[in-house]
């Protein structure tokens, strides 16, 4: 009898042994879309490719949910924190006012956000320089236009937009002073016709090349460009595929990597919260390949790109951060 | 004659209900179509609706707008006025709760939280009584008044939430009511709230007016011929503002009890449709405040319970959209079911 206890016991604890690594080691991981959702080409599809990333590299589990309005946001976070999940990434700043109540009520989750900051214990915060990054496709626009005119086009107008704007208009000054910049808002990221129309607007105003960081209502600005034979220039995504030789260059947004980045520390178990950065340096902002405008660019607009990215990481270049 | 009735009232009962049977059946088929269990899926759907007394308090607090706005609708409905309006309405009204919630401070609740309720009903009352006006006194139709102004309404407000009145935050909104203006939650965490109290205490308010008032007998009197009711004495134009200004001031309630109860904040475009929402439901509850609160159920519980599907499965939540849209088919296509049914009036 005692013998069998033992042997009982001994297989009890392997089958521990096999299983309890399994459960170490698959974190939970909810993630919840801005406005827009899944399909932007943008922002969203950005941090879905973040996610998937992590589920096929360190073996997590994930679920996400696509917010069918700004009026959701707060049931989507406490039912994933209800859940008790390992990690809920929120995305957009559209989130910071639900995620600031929230994770006061659920002290024990953590949660990241995308785009903003939010400062609890639990929180991380994962910010960008859009300045930066805008900075360099604002150089390539202010070179590249024969009409001294080139276009922006923002989702809403809310300082985290501001800053694609003010980075975009400083590049094309420092590069061309006398380009004049075309600035619009079409109030909201889900609204390709409104892109469309703003974008078309600016090019009958003698924009040769428009600028969108509008997250889906963007995908109006660049089937604008195709259609009336303009360049645009993507944004957060490599959006260069969505009309080949029409955008310029996209520019991106490191939004997968932050979140796989996030990701990765919890399932690593070195999640400390507090604020990460990216920018420049680290790849968290920059222009896209080029794949498919690497002939209609002369060489000499690439230099002047690797120059100014050179000069904003030696300090030389400082550029304006409507946030500070 | 009390037969008669009583079998009109039977067969008004059984069109919704054999609306929402038929939509979730061809609902089904587009489930299977997509590749999915469509029991275990009705199933989720119940689960995440009814299952729980959490999933039923969720349901409950997505169901109290509607209920506000279906029954906006269906006040004008009996006036003769079709309100597209309650989604401005509704926007006006939660703008100026929110105004009277953040501006007011120093006040006690017992005072604070009536006047904020009371700063919403007036808001959506006003923004009802101008097409009320203007069809009253130039005969214009309000369908095209409504509408046009649900328009002003929302960039409007926009404008007011991210200029003058905008919270600091990057997301466009207001700054934070005062806690003597929020309605009290009744079921932490979830976020109903005694705004449900409100509705059902709307719900007896309006039966009453219509069907136990002579004003309520005059509104509805315009509403069925308003050359009659004119002829028998009625003022017809008074009625009009009138059975606009409540209708807007149950809509402008729908925001007061969003505001209030659940964002305690006016966030831009928060609504997501409500107001036009409110149409189907003042079509599927048949125009009557009884039906529309169980209507308003069936709503409620529809978006709960995709919204859990969304955040649970694959089953996309559009399928749900569907079946929302069979359900206010069939309801509108009365005359097929009744053909279904073999069911002849009064029989």
Do not use: C
């Amino acid at each position: 009898m005692q013998k069998r206890l033992g042997l009982i016991l001994v297989m009890v604890l392997l089958v521990g042994l096999i299983v309890s690594p399994v459960y170490a080691a698959a974190p939970r991981i909810g993630l919840i879309f801005a406005e827009g959702g899944l399909g932007d080409q943008s922002f969203n599809d950005a941090a879905y490719r973040g996610l998937m990333q992590a589920k096929e590299e360190l073996g997590v589990e994930v679920i996400y949910v696509e917010p069918a309005d700004i009026a959701e946001m707060e049931e989507h976070q406490r039912a994933y924190a209800d859940l008790g999940l390992d990690l809920v990434i929120v995305i957009g700043f559209i989130h910071k006012s639900a995620l600031e109540e929230v994770s006061v009520d659920y002290p024990n989750i953590n949660f990241a956000i995308v785009d903003d900051t939010v400062e609890n214990p639990n929180v991380t915060s994962l910010v960008f320089a859009e300045h930066e990054g805008s900075f360099l496709v604002g150089v390539l626009a202010g070179l590249m236009t024969e009409t001294n005119t080139v276009g922006f086009v923002g989702g809403m107008e809310v300082p985290l937009i501001r800053k694609f704007e003010v980075g975009f208009v400083e590049g094309a000054k420092y590069a061309n002073p006398d380009v004049e910049v075309l600035v619009n808002y079409a109030g909201a990221f889900d609204d390709p016709g409104r892109g469309r129309e703003l974008a078309v607007s600016q090019n009958e105003r003698g924009a040769d090349i428009v600028y969108h960081a509008a997250g889906g209502t963007g995908s109006g600005v660049i089937d604008a460009a195709a259609a009336n034979g303009f360049y645009a220039i993507g944004v957060d995504s490599d959006q260069d595929h969505m009309a080949p030789g029409t955008v310029l260059t996209s520019m991106v947004k490191g939004v997968d990597m932050a979140v796989f980045e996030v990701i990765k520390a919890v399932a690593d178990g070195t999640l400390e919260g507090g604020v990460w950065s990216f920018g420049i340096v680290d790849g968290g902002v920059g222009t896209s390949e080029f794949n498919y405008t690497k002939d209609l660019i002369p060489q000499s607009v690439f230099d002047a790109i690797e120059d100014a990215k050179a000069k904003i990481i030696s300090g030389e270049i400082v550029v304006s951060n409507p946030l500070q | 004659m009390q037969n008669r009735t009583r079998a009109i009232r039977w067969q008004e009962m059984v069109t919704p209900l054999v609306a929402v049977i038929l939509a979730l059946a061809i609902g089904a088929g587009f489930i299977l179509f997509v590749g999915e269990n469509p029991l275990a899926a009705y199933k989720i759907l119940f689960v995440e609706s009814f299952g729980s007394l959490r999933n039923l308090a969720t349901t409950l607090q997505r169901a109290t707008p509607l209920m506000f706005t279906g029954m906006a609708v269906a006040f004008g409905y009996r006036a003769g006025l079709f309100n597209i309006g309650a989604e401005g309405q509704l926007y006006i009204g939660a703008f100026a709760a929110a105004w009277v919630g953040f501006t007011f401070t120093g006040l006690p609740r017992l005072i604070h939280l009536p006047l904020a309720i009371v700063g919403g009903m007036l808001g959506g009352a006003l923004w009802g009584s101008i097409p009320g006006y203007l069809k009253a006194k130039l005969g214009v139709h309000e369908v095209i008044n409504t509408i046009m102004l649900n328009f002003v309404a929302l960039y409007l407000t926009d404008w007011l939430a991210t200029g003058p009145f905008h919270g600091g935050s990057w997301v466009p909104e207001t700054a934070r009511i005062k806690a003597t203006a929020a309605l009290t939650r009744l079921y932490p965490p979830t976020r109903l709230s005694t705004g449900l109290f409100l509705a059902l205490l709307a719900a007896l308010a309006v039966y009453l007016v219509l069907w136990k008032t002579k004003q309520g007998y005059e509104l509805r009197a315009v509403g069925l011929n308003p050359h009659a009711a004119e002829y028998g004495g009625i003022n017809v134009a008074k009625n009009t503002i009138l059975a606009m200004a409540i209708s807007g001031a149950l809509a402008g309630l729908a925001g007061t009890e969003q505001i209030l109860g659940l964002h305690n904040r006016f966030i831009v475009r928060f609504s997501a449709d409500l107001g036009f929402m409110g149409i189907a439901v003042a079509l599927l509850g048949k125009n009557h405040p009884f039906g529309v609160i169980l209507a308003a159920i069936l709503f409620g519980a529809l978006q709960t319970g995709s919204a859990a599907m969304d955040r649970l499965t694959a089953v996309p939540r559009e399928l749900i959209t569907i079946i929302q849209a069979l359900i206010i088919f069939f309801v509108a296509a009365e005359y097929l079911i009744r053909r279904i049914l073999r069911m002849k009036e009064g029989a």
